[in-house]
């Protein structure tokens, strides 16, 4: 009974007891950031502090300047251009969409049907032409039997 107690007890242990790979990871943590990168970050940051620096003292005062100079004429573009947009717009608003194309559609539809009356026309000429010509052929046939006097 005391070998099952003692085995559970090392089960329990591997199983929850994570002291032995916590410590193992703080120890390489600290030898990555002690031995092999030493100083390296601290020198990073002070080289960054001095660019910043560098970047407040000098150039923030010819990123003034330089906005004071060009940003007038920036804006102007900008207010031109909102003004066309808006000049845009309002023709937009003023086109009525839907009443020119209605308009349109019922004039597309006239002339649809203006086509389709004239064909149907020009179709009953050349049919009335066909069955005049018809009438006249049969006549000249018809005289020239009487003509030669062939009976059937």
Not at 12 to 27: A, S, Y
Not at 84 to 92: S, T
Request: glycine fraction near 2%.
């Amino acid at each position: 009974m005391a070998s099952v107690i003692k085995d559970t007890g090392e089960i329990w242990n591997r199983l929850f007891n994570h002291r032995p790979f916590v410590q193992g990871e703080v120890t390489f943590l600290l030898r990555e950031f002690q031995d092999k990168r030493s100083d390296r970050e601290a020198e990073r940051l002070f080289k960054i502090l001095e660019y910043t620096t560098e970047l407040k003292e000098n150039q923030l005062d010819r990123t003034e300047q330089l906005g004071d100079c060009h940003l007038p004429s920036l804006k102007a573009n900008v207010d031109v251009a909102l003004s066309m947009c808006n000049r845009v717009l309002q023709k937009e608003e003023d086109f009525d969409t839907e009443n020119t194309l209605s308009e349109n559609r019922l004039l597309r539809k006239r002339e649809w049907e203006k086509f389709i009356n004239d064909m149907s026309d020009k179709c009953q000429k050349v049919d009335q032409t066909f069955q005049e010509k018809e009438t006249e052929i049969k006549e000249f046939y018809i005289d020239l039997e009487k003509k030669l006097h062939i009976t059937l």
